[in-house]
């Protein structure tokens, strides 16, 4: 069973940037999918950014297109989420979670572990 810890949220003025961590403990995730996943107060989880750790693919919601990056380090067992040019409507509880098999999805149910969440607050 794997767990997942993420870290390096904080609040931060619009047009900062921030680096979330989701290091991975238990086992391996080399072969599963992982995700990054968002909550603000009197919303839905949503789908940030999700990568397909053995084929290397990636996919992004619209919003955070072109500013967000996930990424992975094979050795440290983590994935990251840089995030740059911060909107306020940025802000909610980030969330790492992983699933197994290759394919990406944008259902956070599909999604069998999560982390605790760290929150991302961005003031304008």
């Known amino acids: 069973q794997v767990q997942l810890v993420e870290s390096g949220g904080g609040l931060v003025q619009a047009g900062a940037s921030l680096r979330l961590s989701c290091a991975a403990s238990?086992?391996?995730?080399?072969?599963?999918?992982m995700g990054w996943f968002r909550q603000a107060p009197g919303k839905e989880q949503e789908f940030v950014a999700g990568l397909s750790w053995r084929a290397g693919g990636t996919d992004y919601a619209d919003s955070v297109e072109g500013r967000f990056t996930i990424s992975r380090d094979n050795a440290k067992n983590t994935v990251y989420l840089q995030m740059n040019s911060l909107k306020p409507e940025d802000t909610a509880v980030y969330y790492c979670?992983?699933?197994?098999?290759?394919?990406?999805?944008?259902?956070?149910?599909?999604?069998?572990?999560w982390g605790q969440g760290t929150q991302v607050t961005v003031s304008s």
């Open positions: 238990g086992r391996f995730i080399s072969g599963y999918t």
């Open positions: 979670a992983s699933r197994g098999g290759n394919g990406i999805s944008r259902s956070p149910a599909l999604y069998s572990t």
